[in-house]
């Protein structure tokens, strides 16, 4: 189904609940279509493969990680043409749309920085205890790598249940990603929506992005200010 209007940001939070979201042909499409993929990837937040090159550079802290702190920015170079994409499904309706999502703290953003240069980042969709990845990109090596890890670090400590890849890619499956079926994935989503609400398992421990933010950067707690890379490490190394 293609759509020529506006999207408004209670739609598309009610189309993500139900396991669609939508997409556009090319960056100057003029409509968007709605999907709901037979098989879905998703990446299972216990399982993230962190190899020990990627490791190496998270731990030496060679990018500044931050969140939400330049959404637009990291949307925009999304949605931009480069040599190995020479175009993309992010056009000015899904774009707008994702402003206001942003401003109403539905979606985050992951961004890597080398100095002052934005380098490379991610950005999606949180609801509930889902979070829905969008698109990642990158500008130097190993950016949005960095960007992923650090993501699902953020995840895993705020009490997310579900890290929907939407399209399994070789560069994901990479990263520990999966495809199932969706009927499997709708039970997850159904149960990480559950887990957002404070019902079932773990009642009362509503997942929060922010939550990361609060981490003491090492496990003792000795050290104050923001968290570093080691600390990812650590957090990952718990599980992968």
Known sequence: MTDAAPLDPQTVLRAYAMGVFPMADA??????YWVEPKRRGILP????HCGRSL?????????RVTADAAFPQILALCAESAADRPDTWINGTIEQVFLQLHALGFAHSVECWDGDRLAGGLYG??????FFG???????TDASKVAL???VARLRVGGFRLLDCQFQTDHLASLGAVEIDRADYSVLLSAALAA???????????PEFRALDRL?????????????GKRIVQLLGQTS
């Open 55 to 63: 490791r190496r550079t998270i731990a030496a802290d060679r990018f």
């Open 45 to 48: 937040l216990d399982a993230f």
């Open 125 to 130: 969709l949180a609801l509930g205890g889902a």
């Open 27 to 32: 960056r100057d499409a003029e409509s968007i």
């Open 149 to 151: 890890a650090w993501l």
């Open 196 to 206: 957002g609400a404070g019902e079932g398992d773990g009642a009362g421990a509503v």
């Open 134 to 140: 969008e698109s990642m990109v990158s500008r130097a």
């Open 216 to 228: 003491a950067p090492d496990p003792a707690g000795t050290v104050s200010g923001p968290v570093s």
